[in-house]
């Protein structure tokens, strides 16, 4: 355990820290001794650095330059930020362009861009899928020869398509009414209980409804039939992080493989959305500092996330970006956007 530091060596951390987010270069002695506020001779500075690098929590990268912070410094640095940090002030020019979205999906994929757009980071958003889904409406479209497309809308916004074979062409206005009899007798239901509704209404005696409920009931039992509450993940800004590590000071090679890793777990939606969601345990704000994450595709990255809640279930929105990114703006921009979506989800 790192013992503790006294407030000389935490502020000349913190200037180390912020100066290396900003400028991507190793940080000097002379430059501290000039330019922190601490008032310390450049030898002093030197000594102190020697501590701290004695304590994991900077290194030099060769002999002849200046020192960088390592993931245990990145930590302390943000601690001190969380410590004294205030409520997140909602932002209206952000809330504003979030009250236009039309269903839950729209308003958590523009959130994904705004985290994104403000702290200049991979913006996420992830939300659970809600087993408590309900049909919204239905609607048949028949296409060519005897094919019907099913549209399937749930709650939420959760929308399938799938086309069905039937055995004879049928009319618009024969599936305008077929969809009405549908939604005027299932909507509101959970798709489950409405697949089982309309089972059991298929297997009535035939002389209880006629020609147009059966084809209703047979479009609509083959249409829910594969829809299943599905969770949500939106990712914004990968450009971001290109712009971020190749202006970086590091290896070439390295930042290309870093990339790579990175690129491939985006690709892989499941497995980077596992991956997030294990380093992800606590509810409110949390930050997750290279090294500190659970697999070792995410050591080169830090992640920024808030929770939000939408009614019994909650969600996640956050960014993604370098250790080295500049955490004070990516903890404001993702604390406020969250409690922006949590306010709109709730006035829903």
């Known amino acids: 355990m790192t013992p503790p530091l006294n407030e000389r060596q935490r502020r000349i951390l913190a200037r180390l820290v912020a100066e290396y987010i900003e400028q991507g270069e190793p940080v000097s002695s002379a430059w501290l001794a000039e330019h922190s506020t601490v008032g310390v001779s450049s030898a002093t500075v030197r000594n102190i650095l020697a501590r701290l690098e004695e304590q994991g929590l900077v290194w030099q990268p060769h002999t002849s330059a200046g020192r960088v912070p390592t993931d245990s410094g990145y930590r302390l640095y943000v601690d001190g930020l969380l410590g004294a940090r205030k409520r997140a002030r909602a932002l209206p020019e952000v809330e504003s362009?979030?009250?236009?979205?039309?269903?839950?999906?729209?308003?958590?994929?523009?959130?994904?861009?705004?985290?994104?757009?403000?702290?200049?980071?991979?913006?996420?958003?992830?939300?659970?899928?809600?087993?408590?889904?309900?049909?919204?409406?239905?609607?048949?479209?028949?296409?060519?020869?005897?094919?019907?497309?099913?549209i399937v809308v749930a709650t939420g916004g959760q929308?399938?398509?799938?086309?069905?074979?039937?055995?004879?062409?049928?009319?618009?206005?024969?599936?305008?009414?077929?969809?009405?009899?549908?939604?005027?007798?299932?909507?509101?239901?959970?798709?489950?209980?409405?697949?089982?509704?309309?089972?059991?209404?298929?297997?009535?005696?035939?002389?209880?409804?006629?020609?147009?409920?059966?084809?209703?009931?047979?479009?609509?039992?083959?249409?829910?039939?594969?829809?299943?509450?599905?969770?949500?993940?939106?990712?914004?800004?990968?450009?971001?992080?290109?712009?971020?590590?190749?202006?970086?000071?590091?290896?070439?090679?390295?930042?290309?493989?870093?990339?790579?890793?990175?690129?491939?777990?985006?690709?892989?939606?499941?497995?980077?959305?596992?991956?997030?969601?294990?380093?992800?345990?606590?509810?409110?704000?949390?930050?997750?500092?290279?090294?500190?994450?659970?697999?070792?595709?995410?050591?080169?990255?830090?992640?920024?996330?808030?929770?939000?809640?939408d009614g019994d279930r909650s969600g996640t929105v956050g960014v993604i970006g370098p250790t080295r990114m500049r955490y004070q703006r990516a903890i404001t921009v993702v604390d406020s956007v969250s409690r922006t979506v949590t306010r709109l989800l709730e006035g829903q």
Do not use: W
Not at 115 to 120: E, F, I, L, P, T
Not at 121 to 150: K, Y
């Open 97 to 150: 362009r979030l009250r236009h979205s039309g269903t839950v999906g729209d308003l958590l994929e523009h959130a994904s861009a705004e985290v994104s757009r403000a702290s200049h980071q991979i913006g996420f958003t992830l939300a659970p899928a809600n087993p408590g889904l309900r049909l919204h409406h239905i609607d048949f479209v028949r296409l060519e020869s005897a094919r019907v497309l099913v």
């Open 159 to 309: 929308i399938t398509h799938k086309v069905i074979d039937t055995t004879e062409p049928c009319s618009p206005a024969m599936l305008s009414q077929a969809a009405n009899y549908i939604n005027a007798e299932f909507a509101g239901l959970s798709l489950q209980e409405a697949r089982t509704a309309i089972v059991a209404r298929m297997r009535e005696e035939r002389s209880v409804y006629d020609a147009l409920m059966a084809r209703a009931l047979m479009l609509a039992q083959n249409g829910l039939a594969d829809v299943t509450p599905e969770g949500t993940f939106h990712l914004q800004g990968a450009s971001f992080i290109v712009d971020e590590l190749t202006g970086a000071d590091v290896n070439r090679e390295q930042t290309i493989e870093t990339l790579r890793a990175l690129f491939r777990m985006i690709e892989e939606k499941h497995r980077f959305v596992d991956l997030i969601t294990r380093s992800i345990e606590a509810v409110g704000l949390t930050v997750v500092i290279g090294s500190e994450h659970l697999s070792p595709d995410l050591h080169p990255f830090s992640v920024v996330a808030s929770t939000f809640r």
